[in-house]
C-alpha cells in the first residue's frame, strides 16, 4: 500500500508500508513496461543492480511468468575489480543466484571484473551497451547517493566515457558491510568498474529501489536537497521517466 506520494522536478517518488509491498509494486511497473515495449520491437535491453535492496524486486520478477525474457537481453551496472567471478559478493554471481539464472533470457551479459586488461574489458562492455542501447535500468542508491560505483568524488553527469574503472569512497565500502555482503571492510575491493551516470541514465526508463533505513539520508537529499554530483542520485530528478520506489524505513525523513 502507498503510504505517500509526490513529484520533484520530473522525478515520481512513492513510499510504500513495507519492503516487500515496495519491490512488489516496483516488480508489476517493469513488468508493463517490459510488455509494452516487447509490443513495439523484437527485442529489449535492461541494466539490473546487483544488492540486497533489490532482494524483493528479482523475486518478484522471477515469479510473474507473463514475462517474456526470451526477448530479454540482461546487463548489470557494476562489478569488483580483483574479485573472483564465482564468489557470492560478486555482482554477476548475485545476480545469476537470483535472477541470471532463474529465467530464459535471450541473453546475459558479464562484466569481467578479473580481465587481465582492465580497461580493454570496459571498453568492450561499452560496445555491447553501445549495441544494445539498453531500454530499462532498474537501480538502487547508495548511502553517499551513488548509483552504480559512481560514488560522489568520481561522478560527473557528463563524464565522457560509457564504462569505467573507479576507486571506492570509505561510505560506500562500509555500505557493503552493513548489507552483509562482507564480514568487514578490510576485505571490501577498493576499486570497481561501473557503468557511468550518462550510460546509466540514458534508457528511456529508470526503475529506483531503494528500501532500509540506512538509505533515510540519501533519499531525503535525493528528494530535497540541489542537483548535483555531490549526490550523484540527484540526477534522477532530470529524467522523464524515473520513478523511486521507497519504504517507510527509507523514507523516513520525508513522511
Known amino acids: 500500500m502507498i503510504i505517500k506520494q509526490g513529484k520533484i522536478d520530473n522525478l515520481e517518488y512513492r513510499v510504500y508500508d513495507s519492503r516487500y ?23 529489449i535491453s535492461i541494466i539490473f543492480a546487483a544488492a540486497p535492496s533489490q532482494n524483493e524486486l528479482l523475486q518478484c520478477l522471477v515469479a510473474d511468468k507473463t514475462i517474456d525474457f526470451r526477448r530479454v537481453n540482461a546487463f548489470h551496472m557494476d562489478e569488483y575489480v580483483g574479485l573472483n567471478s564465482n564468489a557470492p559478493q560478486a555482482f554477476g554471481q548475485f545476480l545469476r543466484d537470483r535472477l541470471f539464472d532463474k529465467v530464459p533470457f535471450k541473453s546475459v551479459n558479464i562484466i569481467n571484473g578479473t580481465a587481465d586488461n582492465i580497461e580493454s574489458e570496459c571498453e568492450r562492455y561499452a560496445a555491447l551497451l553501445g549495441e544494445a542501447k539498453p531500454d530499462i535500468v532498474c537501480m538502487g542508491i547508495g548511502e553517499n547517493g551513488h548509483i552504480a560505483f559512481n560514488d560522489p568524488h568520481v561522478a560527473y553527469f557528463n563524464d565522457k566515457k560509457a564504462v ?40 528511456e526508463y529508470v526503475f529506483c529501489v531503494v528500501p532500509a533505513a540506512t538509505k533515510a539520508n540519501a533519499v531525503y537529499t535525493l528528494i530535497n536537497g540541489e542537483i548535483g554530483e555531490y549526490c550523484p542520485c540527484t540526477i534522477l530528478r532530470k529524467h522523464n521517466n524515473a520513478i523511486l520506489y521507497t519504504d517507510k524505513d527509507s523514507a523516513s525523513r520525508i513522511l
Open 21 to 43: 509491498n515496495m519491490g512488489y509494486a516496483a516488480s508489476k511497473d517493469v513488468a508493463f513496461t517490459i510488455k509494452k515495449l516487447l509490443n513495439e520491437k523484437d527485442e
Open 164 to 203: 569505467k574503472v573507479v576507486s571506492l569512497d570509505e561510505v560506500c565500502r562500509n555500505q557493503q558491510v552493513n548489507d552483509g555482503c562482507f564480514e568487514d571492510i578490510s576485505l571490501v575491493p577498493t576499486h570497481a568498474v561501473t557503468l557511468t551516470i550518462p550510460t546509466l541514465v540514458s534508457p
